[in-house]
């Protein structure tokens, strides 16, 4: 694949519309932990997060909770403390599931759905009742 450096490097890149995409990228960067990456005029502003990014694009209304975007981080609990400090609307608690994440939902300003993921165990899905279809992690 060619790259460009007018884009992120990563294969999958959420769009998430905001009223004000100035004001939600600043918020995502400060409750979420996003690095900016490039401003595309006061429409569009490209954001990472570790090897991953997103896109927050003009537009969004307060009824975007028809989706949700997960994010993995290091720590779930530190995460969700940063997160509810900065205005978060914590939806689910940090909550430790069998197939070896520990996670919690919070809303953004915007209303988009975050789900924060935190791997605390290597577990074979059969233990819990999935199907491993195809064992590349990537």
């Not at 935190?118 to 074979?124: L, R």
């Amino acid at each position: 694949m060619k790259t460009n450096r007018s884009i992120p490097a990563c294969t999958i890149i959420p769009e998430l519309a905001y009223a004000d995409v100035g004001e939600a990228a600043a918020w995502l960067c400060e409750a979420f932990g996003f690095s900016e990456r490039l401003r595309i005029g006061n429409h569009r502003i490209q954001l990472n997060c570790g090897d991953g990014a997103l896109v927050v694009i003009e537009g969004g209304t307060e009824s975007n909770a028809g989706h949700s975007t997960m994010v993995r981080v290091a720590d779930v609990h530190e995460h969700c403390a940063h997160a509810r400090a900065c205005g978060a609307k914590v939806l689910r608690e940090p909550t430790d599931y069998p197939y070896g994440e520990r996670q919690y939902t919070a809303q953004d300003p915007g209303g988009h759905v975050w789900t924060f993921s935190q791997s605390i165990a290597d577990v074979d899905p059969a233990d819990w009742g999935g199907v491993l279809v195809d064992d590349r992690r990537t």
